[in-house]
């Protein structure tokens, strides 16, 4: 992965194909560097014997391959900077990952294009489910509720090519101000 929000993209659509309706992904930077980058969902969650085995690269629920990358990559890298990564999970209830990355430490991956990777979860997923992004850093704070946008849409999918071009500006103006530049 070139950057964190690939990760966060890799990573959010486990959570769609775990049937999940509610997906909350959280970027939290404080003011001495370290991010904490946290992915709720409302799931099918894991069974304790997935959960344990869940970092190891031949641990996968898939069954077109026999590997799973996306947690045990998030983990190297959180693990590079001098962080970590934790996850809980309660079948039928969900499952809750937290990344801990100091972004000052020269292997810290940038946080990389957030706006373009939340338009491309909302896009791939135009009728469900639902994603609330919650962002903070020294800068402010931000966020983004796709359930506050179906509202007012009414059944239009998110897809619809005049709501895409409306959710990357939107997304772009609330995000940009709070994780936009050089900051990671």
């Known amino acids: 992965m070139k950057d964190l929000s690939l990760h966060i993209l890799d990573l959010a659509q486990n959570s769609v194909k775990a049937e999940a309706t509610l997906v909350t992904i959280r970027l939290a930077l404080d003011e001495k560097g370290w991010l904490t980058f ?6 099918k969650g894991m069974t304790p014997e997935l959960l344990a085995q869940v970092t190891s690269p031949f641990a996968t629920t898939r069954t077109t391959r ?12 959180a693990r590079r900077t001098g ?45 469900k489910p639902d994603f609330l992004f919650e962002g903070s850093s020294p800068r402010g704070t931000c966020s983004f509720d796709t ?7 009414g059944g239009i999918p998110l897809n619809e090519p005049e709501v895409a071009a409306w959710l990357q500006d939107a997304l772009k103006e609330e995000i940009d101000p709070i994780f936009g530049g050089v900051m990671i």
């Open 38 to 43: 946290t992915l709720l969902d409302d799931g």
């Open 66 to 77: 026999k590997v799973g990358l996306g947690i045990p990559m998030m983990q190297e890298t």
């Open 83 to 127: 962080g970590d990564l934790t996850i809980t999970s309660e079948v039928g209830k969900g499952t809750t990952l937290t990344a801990t990355l100091d972004t000052t430490n020269l292997d810290c991956l940038p946080l990389g294009d957030v706006p373009g990777t939340l338009l491309s979860l909302f896009i791939g997923c135009p009728e």
């Open 147 to 153: 359930r506050a946008v179906r509202e007012v849409l």
